[in-house]
């Protein structure tokens, strides 16, 4: 069974720092690519990162891109996102994800499982 | 910047069948932005329905259904419980690693 536990959410002074952590366990770590998608307060989804199973390529949205940066062990399965220069609007709920079991090309960078999320406040 | 439009709200009676779409600002969705769902209930994280297209996550009752429609995606319904009113959420590939979400849609039945 899939499963993804994420830590490390908490609350943080603006301008501050904070790492997720996603530990992976049910699959082979290494072959899927994993995402990071985070959920402001009544709003709605909004995909912030991702990184190939290899850990050779990574990709940010524009609200994030400069301040966050994903990482992966595939020795401890664990999936990073360090956070720098954190703002009010980044409080959110933060989502780990997993491509699909069956997934090709494009599909694999899709959320296919998902983690239970941390929340990080942001507030002074 | 591209946008991923869904209806802001929608409602269905029990039993019957919905259609819920997922479209661009600009052009048409096609099988080659991968389209998924998810469905969502307060407090709760998302989960699967359907990815690439058409393709049902593991679990998922043959009641949910994935498809294109004109020039957008859409996820159909059908048979709907009460327990499925939720939120329900598309995601398009857009390339290069990156997917955008839709807004997503507050389904209701009723």
């Given at each position: 069974e899939v499963q993804l536990l994420e830590s490390g959410g908490g609350l943080v002074q603006p301008g501050g720092s904070l790492r997720l952590s996603c530990a992976a366990s049910g699959f082979t770590f290494s072959s899927y690519a994993m995402?990071?998608?985070?959920?402001?307060p009544g709003k709605g989804l909004e995909w912030?990162?991702?990184i190939s199973g290899s850990g050779g390529s990574t990709y940010y949205a524009d609200s994030v891109k400069g301040?966050?940066?994903?990482?992966?062990?595939n020795s401890k399965n664990t999936l990073y996102l360090q956070m720098n220069s954190l703002r009010a609007e980044d409080t959110a709920v933060y989502y780990c994800a997993k491509g699909p079991r069956y997934c090709s090309g494009g599909s694999c960078y899709s959320p296919g499982h998902w983690g239970q999320g941390t929340l990080v406040t942001v507030s002074s | 910047q591209t946008v991923v439009t869904q209806e802001p709200s929608f409602s269905v009676s029990p039993g019957g069948t919905v259609t819920l779409t997922c479209g661009l600002s600009s052009g048409s969705v096609s099988t080659s932005y991968y389209p998924s769902w998810y469905q969502q209930t307060p407090g709760q994280a998302p989960r699967t329905l359907i990815y690439s297209t058409n393709t049902r996550s593991s679990g998922v009752p043959d009641r949910f259904s994935g498809s294109i429609l004109g020039n957008k995606a859409a996820l159909t319904i059908t048979g709907a419980q009460a327990d499925d009113e939720s939120d329900y959420y598309c995601v398009l590939y857009m390339g290069s690693g990156t997917v955008v979400f839709g807004g997503g849609t507050k389904l209701t039945v009723l």
């Open positions: 995402s990071w998608v985070r959920q402001a912030v990162s991702a301040r966050f940066t994903i990482s992966r062990d | -």
